[in-house]
């Protein structure tokens, strides 16, 4: 399972929790609902430091493939005008 699923998942589950806590205090459900979400985001950033940098890690390596592949393109590309062919009109 990728990373981004792993910390999605845990997200929506954090805030799952948070909000089935909170059901049983009466409150408006808009309110209980914004409450939910800030202290899930807050615990989010503690509790899931360890996947949020496993995200973070596999986002950099998928971004410098693309970087990679990018130039390896790009030089195939231009070796290919440096051929001395010259393109027709």
Not at 12 to 20: E, H, K, W
Request: glycine share 6%; proline share 2%.
């Amino acid at each position: 399972m990728s990373a981004a699923v792993k910390y999605t998942l845990g997200r929506i589950g954090l805030f799952v929790a948070v909000l089935a806590a909170l059901w049983l205090v009466e409150m408006n459900t808009f309110i209980k609902l914004m409450v939910a979400l800030a202290f899930s985001a807050a615990l989010s950033f503690f509790l899931l430091k360890g996947w949020r940098d496993e995200m973070a890690e596999e986002m950099a390596t998928a971004a410098e493939r693309r970087r990679a592949e990018k130039e390896r393109l790009r030089s195939a590309l231009a070796g290919e005008d440096q051929g001395g062919e010259t393109p027709p009109n």
